[in-house]
Every structure is written in C-alpha cells, then in structure tokens.
C-alpha cells in the first residue's frame, strides 16, 4: 500500500490561508469518511487536528478545517500563524492490509 | 487525561529481537483500540499495526512491511500495549509511538527510539 500523495512544502504569509491536499484512491480517501489529519512538530509526537474528514477535537483551534472532495481530502489552515509551522500528515482507512495509510507529510513554512 | 508512555526501544543487531511496551492511564483500556506507528529518522509516519478490543475479537493487523515479523498484544489487567518485533531489519530503525485514536481523546506516547544496527 503507497502512502497517500500530498505536497512536500506549503508556505503562507501570517494571516493568510493555506490548503494541504492528501490524494488517495477510491480504495481509500475516496470510499470512506475516515480521513484524519495531524500536526507534528520536530521532536514532538503528532497531535489529532481534524478526524472522519471534518470533525475538529475539542481543544483544537477553529483556524483548521478538513474536507474531502472524490479521492482528495484537504486541510485548510486559516489565518496563519507562526507557530504553525510544523509537519502536517493525513490519515486514512484504507481496504488494503495495513487498514490504514498516512500520506507523505507536507512542511508548512510561514514566511 | 489520556497518558501514554512507551519504554523498550534501545540498540539491536539486524535479525534481533526486541520487545516494546505502553503503559496506558486516564482510559478505559479494554475498550480502546490502539494503534503502533513508527518514523524513521527525517521520513514520515508509518501505520504499524493496531489491536481490537477484546469485544471486537482482540486482533490485531499488521502493515505488510512488518507481518509476519510484529506482534502485538494487549494486556488489559495491566493497562499494558506490547509490540514484539523479530527479525530486526536496519529499516526498521526509528521512533516507535503507541496512541489511542479517540478522536476527543486521541493521544500520543512520548516514542520510543529502537535503532537497528550492526
């Protein structure tokens, strides 16, 4: 199972909006509402942001929001900031062995 | 508040074996499913493998870079997630977490480093 496609660096001025694509499969983000996302910064285990596509952990801030369109789910980080510059992974269920495939991280830079 | 804390990790010669474990408070640990990832050094997360409860049948799924080779086991009276690695491979080097995928709850250990290397 290859891990799902997303970008390997994002960047963004403070205050503006960024998206993270995470392109998968119908055997994967396409055919299941079980598409998560985490933060991780370096050193630090990753942290839940967004879980089944949409849902926001209570804590976590409402400058992020996940969607998913056919076989791309996004993240979309508003009003950024600088301290969210970190590694960014999606996660989904997949239908083959592992159950579930992170995507390949994408850097998020704030300029 | 979901604590996790992983120990085992440590320096192993290629075809080792070694046994990881995760101590778990702040959850009802026999109704959680918890999950094994692994992140090589400067690479990205890898899903290992993750354990039902024991109501969902208590198995457990593997990635197939590890089946075969990886196991893992619950221990439920003592709050405990165990990971038996055999047949070490240098590619298997990395920093190991255990976490509870509990959406509100989702928590990560602190990892556990093993290095596999001659």
Redesign the interface.
């Known amino acids: 199972?290859s891990?799902l496609t997303q970008p390997a660096s994002v960047s963004g001025s403070p205050g503006q909006s960024i998206t993270i694509s995470c392109t998968g499969t119908s055997s994967d983000v396409g055919g299941y509402d079980y598409v998560?996302w985490?933060q991780?910064r370096p050193g630090k285990?990753?942290?839940?942001l967004i879980?089944?596509v949409s849902?926001r952990?209570?804590?976590v801030s409402n400058r992020f929001s996940g969607s998913k369109s056919g076989n791309t789910a996004s993240l979309t980080i508003s009003g950024l900031q600088t301290e969210d510059e970190a590694?960014y992974?999606c996660?989904s269920y997949t239908t083959?062995?592992?159950?579930?495939?992170?995507?390949?991280?994408t850097k998020v830079t704030v300029l | 508040e979901v604590q996790l804390v992983e120990s085992g990790g440590g320096l192993v010669r290629p075809g080792g074996s070694l046994r990881l474990s995760c101590v778990a408070s702040g959850l009802t640990f026999s109704d959680a499913w918890l999950?094994w990832?692994r992140q090589a050094p400067g690479k990205?997360?890898?899903?290992v493998?993750?354990i039902r409860k024991k109501t969902d049948g208590g198995t457990a799924?593997?990635?197939?870079s590890v089946?075969g080779r990886f196991t893992i086991s619950r221990d439920d009276s003592n709050n405990t997630l165990y990971l038996q690695m055999k047949s070490l491979k240098t590619e298997d080097t990395g920093v190991y977490?255990c976490?509870f995928?509990g959406?509100?709850d989702?928590s990560?250990?602190?990892?556990t480093l093993v290095t596999v290397s001659s």
């Open positions: 199972q891990a998560s985490y991780q285990a990753p942290r839940l879980y089944d849902h952990p209570s804590g590694d992974y996660l083959f062995s592992a159950l579930y495939v992170f995507g390949t991280g | 999950i990832v990205g997360l890898e899903w493998g993750h799924d593997y990635a197939a089946k977490y976490s995928p959406g509100d989702d990560w250990g602190q990892g």
